[in-house]
């Protein structure tokens, strides 16, 4: 396999079954992925989890649990949510083998590929916190899938993805989604202390943003250059003279 998939992070979000997450991990290892992160699970570590991972105990050992999203996704330059409802506000999508091709073909990226809770998948931030949103073609009448059968099949679209094209050069990253939060806050400030933004009644002006500079993708001189654009704004209001 190429090494891309060491730049792969496998995270799962508020984990309920820590079966499944042994489960996961066995899918990760069948493929050849290693790096499985854990948001906040309900019972880990767990024997359950140790059992159902079936001889991926070397995943589930080096996996690394954190206490929030941004914790796991520190460093990312590409993320990609795992989710079949539709939005009001349109996000950029793929299908599960357009991410795997596509994640082939981004050199150097760390990439993180996150999956919601057993019952209720990811909520509206954590899709907001990702560049596509990507969706497994199933059943209309039955959409359904477990959470580790849709980690095998993104899985094995990335070791498909892998030994059938060479990765290419991809030119510059874009600026780590941490970065890139730290920006979406600061603009956030900026708009409200301009009086463009009612932090009482945001209604969706952030949300449309940040799909706005999820389709730009800027690298980390833009979001450099965008900063010192707002701190600028920031000095020229009256009570920062």
């Not at 493929?31 to 992160?37: A, E, H, N, V």
């Not at 880990?44 to 001889?55: C, E, F, I, L, V």
């Not at 795992?82 to 050199?107: F, G, N």
């Not at 209604?203 to 980390?220: C, E, F, N, V």
């Amino acid at each position: 396999m190429p090494d891309f998939t060491d730049r792969i992070r496998i995270v799962l979000i508020a984990t309920s079954h820590p079966g499944n997450i042994g489960a996961a991990a066995r899918a990760m290892k069948t493929m050849g992925l290693t790096r499985l992160m854990l948001v906040s699970p309900k019972f880990y570590p767990d024997a359950d989890a140790t059992a159902r991972a079936s001889g991926a105990d070397d995943v589930l050992a080096n996996a690394v649990v954190c206490d929030n999203l941004g914790q796991a996704l520190a460093g990312c330059h590409y993320v990609f949510g795992l989710s079949a409802r539709q939005r009001t506000i349109p996000w950029p999508q793929m299908s599960a083998r357009q991410c795997a091709s596509y994640v082939a073909e981004q050199d150097g990226a760390e990439i993180a590929l996150i999956f919601g809770r057993e019952h209720s998948g990811l909520s509206n931030e954590e899709l907001e916190a990702c560049h596509y949103h990507v969706t497994i073609d199933a059943n209309p009448d039955y959409p359904s899938l477990n959470l580790a059968a849709a980690v095998q099949i993104m899985c094995y679209e990335l070791r498909l993805a892998g030994s059938e094209q060479p990765v290419v050069k991809s030119g510059c990253l874009p600026a780590p989604v941490d970065e890139l939060e730290r920006f979406f806050a600061h603009l956030e400030q900026v708009m409200v202390e301009v009086g463009f933004l009612d932090p009482q009644q945001p209604g969706h002006i952030m949300r449309r943003l940040r799909r706005l500079y999820s389709k730009a993708q800027p690298d980390k001189q833009d979001i450099n250059i965008l900063r010192g654009v707002l701190s600028a704004v920031q000095k020229r209001q009256p009570n920062n003279s």
